[in-house]
RNA sequence: GGGGGCGUGGUGUAGUGGUUUAACAUGCGGCCCUGUCAAGGCCGAGAUCGCGGGUUCAAAUCCCGUCGCUCCCGCCA
């Protein structure tokens, strides 16, 4: 099979070709049939003059749209033509795969069903232009995020997703009937990159799957995602991982937008900036001054954090002043974060960051606490004991040097990236709490 | 887990107490017309209005319960 996509087709202007792909619309005439068939690279229409070829005709009437079929004919320029002014002559069609009639939506209909109806057709949503632009961006950033690793010596490891205790909290872990004991999906790659600080390899990252058993019901939550995480050894603060996270994410953005840039414009309407660097910064007593001056008013409890209206206020006060979509908010209360969270001796502040883009977290990071005792010592502060926690500990008894990095959500920069509305369009199959299909 | 919203043919909507044999669009089936191109025209099938109970002479419409979906909060990426 010599197979040509349908993007190429006026380099084969009068010759003879053979294209593969979706029926999209059939306008089946009394004398002639026109056939809009598309495969990822376009659409093309295909013509058929029925007293040529009755059988022919026939087999064409009853093929429903998005159908897989194979067509063969000639190329020919024809101005009348408003696809592209060509159009195939078909000498040969044949149905690979019939879709049965009728369709669950017509997914280039004038309106969409319901998100949550698509979801249960994910296949046929998916064949939506807009989707396999998200999915080709989405690999372009991926590349580009490897790719600066790798010129920066970064390792890529796999860490375990069975466990055999809770990483973190302990909570939102599902649990796993493991042979004659429970184990767990890993809730984060945390404590596994950190071993690969002691076990030297200086600098690291991952990016794979993350569990969370969380009953969350926003748009911006999942069970499972895919998780891109790092960790740099020998760094002198935070500051050392934000330097470089912000080039790293700005990296990300050049190639994304130098590749799809003009795609996603025309497709999802956005205009990407590569974000400037350094990105702006606020440590987190600035920016509880900063929503009391722009009147935003946290609830009491969060008197050491921030609540997600307070994250988009940030996020807006920083695109407005300084016409930044990306703020790292800094140096939060160790009361707001987990124990191997570097505190500073200065201001009992952690050194620790999160990434908020267009005012939504899309990431958390920190220098971590080195030192065995200091360690343990935060861990039982935050009501912890050793024992679950020993196998981690002891990576830190035999020269782990001092390191940091981050957890930075996949699809929530894909969000943040695309301006879209919903998680459940930036990942490929959603994972909920009610979510287990398809 | 707490709170709000929604649930009407396959799909998207209209209808918020009686004039509804539930409307419109799209899709589907049939016929007609035509090198069509967001094709057009005519006809047709398709919903006991999520489910259960209640109020009322009368319920898609009001009330209660329940289920599903959704958004926000909590939590986080």
New binding site residues.
């Given amino acids: 099979m010599n197979r040509t996509l349908i993007k190429d087709l006026t380099h084969h202007l009068d010759e003879q070709v053979t294209i593969q792909g979706w029926l999209q619309?059939?306008?089946?005439?009394?004398?002639?049939q026109?056939l809009?068939v598309r495969d990822r690279t376009g659409l093309v229409?295909v013509?058929h003059?029925k007293k040529g070829n009755p059988g022919l005709a026939e087999l064409i009437s009853?093929v429903?749209?998005e159908s897989a079929l194979t067509l063969t004919g000639k190329v020919v320029k024809?101005d009348?033509?408003?696809?592209g002014g060509i159009?195939i002559?078909l000498e040969d069609l044949k149905v690979e795969s019939a879709a049965e009639?009728?369709?669950?939506?017509?997914p280039f209909?004038?309106?969409?069903?319901?998100?949550?109806?698509r979801?249960d057709w994910r296949y046929l949503d998916l064949r939506r232009e807009v989707n396999q632009l998200i999915f080709e961006v989405q690999t372009t950033a991926e590349q580009a995020m490897r790719e600066y690793w790798l010129e920066h010596n970064f390792i890529e490891i796999h860490s375990p997703k069975i466990v055999g205790a809770p990483s973190?909290?302990g909570?939102?872990l599902f649990t796993l009937p493991y042979f004659e004991k429970t184990a767990y999906l890993a809730q984060?790659p945390?404590f596994y990159k950190q071993m690969a600080m002691a076990a030297g390899f200086e600098n690291v990252f991952e990016i794979g799957p993350?569990f969370?058993a969380?009953?969350?019901?926003?748009?911006?939550?999942?069970?499972e995602?895919t998780?891109v995480d790092m960790e740099m050894s020998w760094i002198d603060s935070h500051e050392d991982v934000m330097a470089f996270m912000e080039r790293w994410l700005a990296y990300t953005y050049e190639k994304v937008a130098g590749k799809h840039g003009e795609a996603i414009k025309e497709t999802l309407g956005v205009e990407l900036e590569v974000p400037s660097v350094p990105f702006p910064r606020i440590k987190m007593a600035d920016a509880h001054k900063l929503l009391k001056e722009i009147g935003y008013k946290l609830?009491p409890?969060?008197l050491h954090?921030?609540?997600?209206?307070a994250?988009?206020a940030i996020g807006s006060y920083f695109k407005e002043k300084e016409g930044h979509d990306y703020v790292f908010v800094t140096d939060w209360p160790f009361e707001?974060r987990?124990f191997y969270h570097m505190v500073d001796p200065a201001d009992r502040t952690t050194r620790s960051f999160?990434?908020l883009g267009k005012g939504?977290?899309?990431?958390?990071g920190a220098q971590r606490e080195h030192r065995y005792a200091v360690l343990r010592d935060q861990a039982l502060a935050k009501g912890l004991t050793e024992e679950p926690i020993q196998d981690y500990l002891n990576f830190f008894k035999y020269g782990t040097p001092p390191h940091g990095g981050?957890?930075?959500?996949?699809?929530?920069f894909l969000m943040i990236l695309l301006d879209l509305?919903?998680?459940?369009e930036a990942v490929y199959i959603?994972r909920?709490?009610?979510?287990l299909t398809p």
């Fill in positions: 619309t059939l306008r089946d005439q009394k004398n002639m026109f809009i229409q013509t003059w009853g429903g749209t024809n009348v033509v408003k696809l159009e002559q009639i009728p369709l669950p939506f017509e209909g004038e309106y969409l069903p319901e998100q949550d109806f979801m973190e909290s909570a939102e984060s945390q993350v969370r969380d009953p969350s019901f926003t748009s911006r939550h999942m069970t995602f998780g609830p409890d969060k954090d921030l609540d997600p209206g994250e988009r707001a987990p999160d990434l939504l977290e899309v990431s958390t981050f957890g930075f959500g996949l699809s929530r509305p919903n998680i459940r959603f909920g709490p009610t979510r």
